[in-house]
């Protein structure tokens, strides 16, 4: 591919604009300036611009520690974006492959791939999500059978999906839930219906895919071919 059709793709730019970024000698292919916008790139080739890596065009799959307070849509009146916390191009092109409460943390999926995140986010496919969840009351002897057989949420017509429930620390009313929907708010409404509260939740894994443990709050990185490969 050419220099100049590469930066028309990757970052939205005319070709005429492109080429002017070249010649003014923003872009460095293989860490060496370039001027010259007909040089050819493949897939092994680094292009940087203005000190930023250009990714090769294609799609994109990230993995964010989303922090409390940040909403999961490119827009919100009332509270800031976790696309803020990306540094890439072209964020309008990407969205969430399930979201996340504001005040939820932990794993979020981002990607640009429509038919891979209606594999995590589609009903029929029954993804499995694992939270790690604080309750507000003691956890009840019957929850894991009660959750098992489903519960009946507010506004529902069904019963949920069977779920699992493990007990991490019953003096912090802290468990695991592994659940296999994604209805509104599921979580607190389920336990909302056994009668007690969640008090914080944070989101542990998707599939297989579980929280890279070195990435702090607000960090993120790209998904390795392999986690990738895990939602089929």
């Not at 492109?18 to 000698?25: F, M, S, Y």
């Not at 969430?96 to 594999?119: E, P």
């Not at 599921?186 to 336990?191: G, H, L, S, T």
């Amino acid at each position: 591919m050419r220099l100049d059709k590469f930066l028309c793709e990757t970052l939205g730019v005319t070709r005429r604009e492109a080429t002017i970024l070249i010649r003014r000698g923003e872009v460095c292919v293989n860490d060496a300036v370039v001027k010259v916008a007909t040089g050819k790139i493949t897939e092994q080739t680094k292009v940087t611009w203005q000190e930023r890596v250009l990714p090769m065009p294609g799609p994109r799959y990230f993995m964010l520690n989303k922090p409390e307070g940040f909403v999961c849509s490119h827009e919100d009146s009332a509270n800031p974006t976790a696309f803020a916390l990306l540094d890439e191009i072209k964020i309008d092109k990407l969205h969430f492959a399930g979201r996340l409460d504001v005040d939820t943390t932990g794993l979020v999926l981002i990607t640009d791939d429509g038919q891979w995140s209606h594999k995590i986010t589609s009903p029929k496919r029954k993804c499995n999500k694992t939270y790690r969840v604080w309750l507000e009351e003691a956890i009840g002897d019957d929850y894991a059978a009660q959750l098992t057989e489903g519960v009946q949420l507010h506004s529902e017509k069904g019963l949920t999906l069977p779920a699992t429930l493990e007990i991490v620390d019953a003096s912090q009313n802290e468990l695991l839930l592994t659940i296999c929907e994604g209805k509104y708010h599921q979580v607190k409404r389920m336990f909302a219906a056994l009668g007690n509260k969640v008090e914080k939740l944070h989101r542990e894994s998707i599939g297989d895919i579980i929280l890279d443990d070195e990435l702090e709050p607000g960090e993120y990185r790209v998904l390795t071919a392999a986690e990738i490969q895990s939602i089929i």
